[in-house]
């Protein structure tokens, strides 16, 4: 996901959650960390940049495209509607 180094932390967290976030962990094969970081990159929308940095890795917008893409999701959230990511 994100390049970034992680820092560790500490957080009082609702014993229901914990428990529900340590058993996707372990379903899943992850850690609970990786668990909560998911959770809180997609509550603060931060997937929605990894995806589009990875698929404009893999074929570049052109620069004019990105802008009108950039101002069709900026009048879509004003008007309080998200359009759906491309895949």
């Given at each position: 996901?994100g390049?970034?180094?992680?820092k560790?932390?500490?957080?009082?967290?609702?014993?229901?959650?914990?428990?529900?976030a340590?058993?996707?962990?372990?379903?899943?094969?992850?850690?609970?960390?990786?668990?909560?970081?998911?959770a809180?990159?997609r509550?603060?929308?931060?997937?929605?940049?990894?995806?589009?940095?990875?698929?404009?890795?893999?074929?570049?917008?052109?620069?004019?495209?990105?802008?009108?893409?950039?101002?069709?999701?900026?009048?879509a959230?004003?008007?309080?509607?998200?359009?759906?990511?491309?895949?």
């Open positions: 996901m390049a970034m180094g992680r560790k932390t500490t957080v009082y967290v609702d014993e229901e959650l914990l428990r529900a340590r058993i996707e962990a372990a379903r899943s094969g992850r850690s609970d960390s990786d668990v909560f970081e998911e809180l990159r509550l603060l929308r931060l997937d929605v940049a990894d995806r589009v940095w990875a698929r404009n890795a893999a074929q570049p917008l052109d620069p004019d495209d990105a802008l009108a893409l950039a101002y069709a999701e900026l009048e959230v004003r008007r309080g509607q998200r359009r759906r990511p491309a895949s």
